[in-house]
């Protein structure tokens, strides 16, 4: 079964950038359509961004509409999350999974993975 690791989360000030990183592996992630997820201190896992099998198209939620980027490579069994203009609000433990739906994140079906800590300092 395919298996997710994430990572690149870190403690930033507000206003840098992080990449975040999904790699798979137990399995090849080119058919399935991805969603990232966050869960922030005492809230519920929420959507906020999905992209397709060949990365052609790409969703965000309007919380990170503008400042965060979606990308895959296939071949290297990874998809990232660019985020830029990071704000207090973003800070939150970063998921990734394969989705039935990358505009809308639902029917995650992979085992979540252990979450990459992103924290954002004002």
């Known amino acids: 079964q395919v298996q997710l690791v994430e990572s690149g989360g870190r403690l930033v000030q507000a206003g840098e950038s992080l990449r975040l990183s999904c790699a798979a592996s137990g399995g090849s992630i080119s058919s399935y359509t991805f969603g990232w997820f966050r869960q922030g201190p005492g809230k519920e896992r929420e959507f906020v961004a999905g992209i397709e099998r060949t990365g052609g198209w790409t969703y965000y939620a309007d919380s990170v509409q503008g400042r965060f980027t979606a990308s895959r490579d296939n071949a290297k069994n990874t998809v990232y999350l660019q985020m830029n203009r990071l704000k207090p609000e973003d800070t939150a433990v970063y998921y990734c999974?394969?989705?039935?739906?990358?505009?809308?994140?639902?029917?995650?079906?992979?085992?979540w993975g252990q979450g990459t800590q992103v924290t954002v300092s004002s």
């Open positions: 999974n394969a989705v039935s739906n990358y505009a809308t994140g639902s029917g995650p079906f992979l085992p």
